[in-house]
């Protein structure tokens, strides 16, 4: 027979069969039957049995420590529901009555040991018609925002969104996301779904959730406006209906009013430099390629001297999405231009921002109604820093500098409102008490000084009793179980008088109370309770009064973080020398003396080397716009490419950049193909992977964009690959015009510069001494040599007779080669085909040259006729 506790168990799990169930008994959460198993394994408790038989497995874990366990399983990806006790087991007779109170997932819940930088999304995907809708919230700082896609490429470009921002849970249709793509968006689904790969927790909700009669309501009514159209969502059903279903998930899950979640953004993909998933990945911009590989290696790390949480996360965000428009990167130059060039100032600047602790994520606590006291004070601690961050703003000239400091709200009306409510040495938990300032309550006051007195009192007592029995070690006690007591010591027991009272044996001591006692007890602690009502009701109020400036502090919080981040790049700029980039209306991409920010930094930490400086020019009209690398392994040839696009970014971002000069036409997009790809372990061998980036490239890149490509054909047969680089390259130069860096070890390829006028080659050079090859990483015009291969192999000591005859053969190749190549590169692709490799006539030439003609019977060498026309047939 199920007992009571059970019935309500099963009743909450009926309701939430996705989540583990956390079941408060007394001191403990238990669980029980799967949950308890699973959670048991996953986090190394002991599995016990409510019954006998073993046949109700359960664990538990103490309420009072629960939290570790409970951010354990978040991280892993697990939801949870709060399975509580809702009323107090002293009041009620009958079974105490339990409510699922909360629900954790690892989108809504706030994992305290995440990074100051990092974001924590929760994102929900839509699909209405023929467009799909993206909201984002970061339940910690309140930031949510919404977007939308639409037309043939929407599915591709909302996953490439969300493979970029990388959320921790992702609410979709419960149709399934898969289903609907493959019905809206036909063949872009197989790919998309990839991108869903990633996200551990995926959250499906009904159907119904995400229509528009249902979540655009829920939109309004939470803003508590009319119409979307002020929030820029006037238009985009998709990205409203997203966010109107997140909102729904929320409320679900218990998550409170959210009053610091004020608003919702629409924001435009387009509206910046876009960077899909892969460049984001492949530049190591804010994660390492590899997880588990050191920071150090991003741009993110390299970046980061902001001294403020905001800072660093908008300087995050910035990475991700630099400007794309000729004005506000202007601006940002200009300002961080005028700071870098005045130490006193930026220093007064930046120390200015000392005590600014994270201003949104502290209003997130107040919110989620998680802040104590201590937090309050910190909130105030930083609120009361903003006045002096706006001085040291105004002592600056430039526009952008003027308009900061013009808009940023020092918020002296809450800072006051909370120094006056709060006293100074307030506690961790309101319930300690001593959280309300005296003067602020009359009543309060009142009791305080009641209990103070009650307290005194108890120490006269105290004195008296001692005095009285001749016990010097008598000793008035207090505990929450029995109140105030007399504590004699074993020894002593027999001096005590006749109108104590016994009320507790221990092994060494025994507890007596007087009448006296008891009368104080009940006063001081009626007092106590009284007083810490009130101190609740008034910092409930002060919670409420500061909510109502959510609003401004999450504005005030943006404003600093826009502070914060021209200040790092003011102070990277004077510390290390950087130079401010031209950024222009033009087709130039071009650098004199420049260094890849994160290498250099890193060797220069680790004393190692020095980064050898290097120049580029392109130019998309008129000049060259491609530049073919060549060169040895290690020569060079990745830092060189990611280099260019690191610089751009940069620039764009309104960061001073690591060169002697720079001059940049605005870069729409930043394509990149580098490497071999780590999707292997999806399932996709690496050359696919290689030929749908490429793939993305040729299609969509356009006359403005940064194209890298790296290495490209390497994951297939040497031809195949060589074919398909050398048409890439046409195609690029021919049709887009995109400035282009193309590294590659195809040594054929460097004859295209024959053929097409605005490609050039460049080398990456190396020094064969004694000791070996030296790099010296210094890029040059021309194509490299060929020969570093045989090279390498005579310093490993191979033979000097098979060095000579391997430079004989080369000598043979080489020429051979160049002849067929430029044979090929005219026009008719035919010949290109036929003259260029003939992989097939090889074949069959080497086995005739192996058989042994004398040898062979009749019927064998008719037997290898027919395979050799079998041969000849398959491959037509
Ligand atoms: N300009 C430079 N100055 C100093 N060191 C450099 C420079 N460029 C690259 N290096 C160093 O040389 C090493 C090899 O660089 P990189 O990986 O770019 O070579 P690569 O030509 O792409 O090699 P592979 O063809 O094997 O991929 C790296 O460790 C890098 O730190």
Not at 715 to 744: C, P
Not at 766 to 773: C, L, N, V
Request: charged share 25%; aromatic share 6%.
């Amino acid at each position: 027979m199920q007992t009571p506790v059970m019935r309500q168990y099963f009743g909450a799990k009926e309701q939430h069969p996705d989540c583990l169930m956390f079941c408060r008994v007394g001191d403990f959460y238990e669980l029980f039957y799967d949950d308890a198993i699973l959670v048991a394994r996953l986090l190394q408790l002991t599995l016990t049995a409510r019954d006998r038989e073993k046949k109700q497995p359960m664990c538990g874990v103490p309420w009072h420590s629960a939290e570790a366990y409970l951010q354990k399983l978040l991280r892993m990806g697990y939801k949870i529901a709060l399975l509580e006790q809702v009323e107090d087991p002293k009041l009620t007779k009958t079974i105490v009555k339990r409510d699922v109170t909360r629900v954790l997932t690892p989108g809504t819940s706030i994992d305290p040991g995440m990074e100051a930088s990092d974001s924590c999304w929760l994102a929900s995907l839509s699909v209405l018609g023929k467009g799909i809708g993206l909201a984002l919230m970061d339940l910690s700082t309140g930031e949510f925002r919404a977007t939308e896609f639409a037309g043939d490429g929407a599915w591709v470009a909302a996953t490439d969104e969300l493979g970029r921002v990388k959320p921790v849970e992702l609410l979709y249709p419960g149709g399934g996301l898969k289903g609907a793509a493959t019905l809206e968006f036909g063949g872009a689904s197989e790919d998309a779904s990839g991108a869903f790969e990633g996200i551990r927790t995926k959250t499906a909700l009904d159907e119904w959730v995400f229509t528009a009669d249902y979540a655009l309501p829920m939109v309004r009514n939470h803003f508590k406006v009319h119409s979307l159209d002020g929030m820029g969502l006037g238009g985009h059903e998709a990205a409203g209906v997203a966010a109107g279903a997140m909102l729904h998930y929320l409320r679900a899950t218990k998550q409170g009013a959210l009053e610091h979640v004020d608003g919702v953004r629409f924001y435009e993909r387009s509206n910046c430099l876009e960077l899909d998933a892969v460049s984001v990945r492949n530049l190591e911009l804010v994660e390492p390629l590899f997880s588990g590989e050191t920071v150090q290696t991003t741009l993110f790390y390299t970046l980061d001297a902001c001294c403020t949480p905001m800072g660093k996360r908008l300087l995050r965000a910035t990475l991700l999405r630099p400007a794309s428009g000729l004005r506000e990167i202007a601006a940002r130059l200009e300002a961080v231009g005028e700071a870098a060039g005045d130490l006193r100032k930026r220093e007064g600047l930046r120390r200015s921002m000392d005590n600014v602790l994270d201003l949104e994520r502290l209003l997130g606590r107040v919110a989620l109604d998680s802040a104590g006291p201590r937090e309050v004070l910190s909130l105030a601690g930083t609120i009361g820093a903003l006045p002096g961050v706006r001085a040291a703003v105004r002592e600056f000239g430039s526009a952008r500098w003027r308009a900061l400091a013009e808009q940023l709200d020092a918020l002296e009306d809450l800072h006051e409102m909370i120094a006056l409510a709060i006293a100074e040495d307030a506690p961790v938990n309101l319930a300690d008490g001593g959280v309300i300032r005296a003067g602020v309550d009359a009543e309060l006051d009142e009791l305080r000084e009641l209990s103070r007195s009650g307290r005194q009192a108890l120490v006269a007592i105290e004195e008296r009793e001692r005095q009285r029995t001749g016990i010097g070690s008598l000793k008035v006690r207090f505990n929450t179980v029995f109140g105030y007591y007399l504590e004699v010591t074993k020894a002593n027991a027999k001096s005590v008088p006749a109108d104590y009272e016994r009320k507790q044996t221990l092994v060494n001591a025994e507890r007596f109370t007087t009448p006296e006692l008891k009368e104080y007890e009940a006063k001081i602690l009626t007092a106590q309770e009284r007083s810490g009502e009130i101190e609740r009701r008034l910092f409930h109020e002060l919670r409420r009064h500061l909510l109502g400036g959510a609003p401004r502090m999450r504005e005030a919080a943006r404003k600093i973080a826009e502070i914060d981040l021209l200040a790092c790049f003011s102070h990277l700029a004077a510390l290390r020398g950087w130079v401010k980039p031209v950024v222009e209306e033009s087709s130039v991409l071009e650098f004199l003396g420049a260094r890849h920010p994160v290498v250099e930094r890193r060797m220069e930490e680790s004393g190692v080397g020095r980064f050898m400086p290097n120049s580029l020019h392109l130019d998309a009209v008129g000049g060259p716009s491609i530049a073919l690398i060549t060169g040895p392994n290690m020569g060079g040839k990745s830092t060189y490419l990611r280099q260019a696009a690191l610089l751009v970014i940069m620039a764009q971002c309104g960061s001073f950049v690591p060169a002697d000069s720079m001059r940049v036409g605005l870069v729409d997009r930043i394509y990149t193909r580098i490497g071999a790809s780590d999707n292997v372990a999806r399932g996709r061998s690496t050359f696919m992977v290689e030929m749908t980036e490429t793939a993305a490239i040729l299609n969509t890149a356009t006359a403005k964009s940064l194209v890298l490509l790296d290495e490209m054909g390497r994951g297939t047969a040497t031809y195949d690959g060589l074919s398909l680089a050398w048409a890439t390259v046409e195609h690029m130069h021919d049709r887009i015009g995109a400035r282009t860096l193309f590294a590659t070890h195809y040594h054929e390829l460097t004859l295209l510069a024959e053929k097409l006028a605005r490609l050039k080659n460049l080398r990456v050079t190396a020094k064969e001494t004694a000791g070996g090859i030296v790099f010296l990483h210094t890029v040059e015009t021309g194509p490299a040599s060929k020969s570093y291969g045989i090279e390498v192999a005579r310093l490993a000591g191979l033979p000097a007779q098979v060095i000579g005859r391997a430079r004989e053969v080369l000598k043979v190749h080489e020429r051979a080669e160049t002849q067929q190549i430029r044979e090929a590169s005219a026009p008719e692709p035919a010949s290109l085909q036929m003259t260029m490799f003939t992989p097939l006539s090889q074949r069959i030439v080497d086995k005739l040259a192996e058989v042994d003609v004398d040898e062979m019977t009749p019927r064998e060498a008719l037997n290898l006729l027919a395979e050799l026309q079998r041969e000849l047939k398959g491959s037509a």
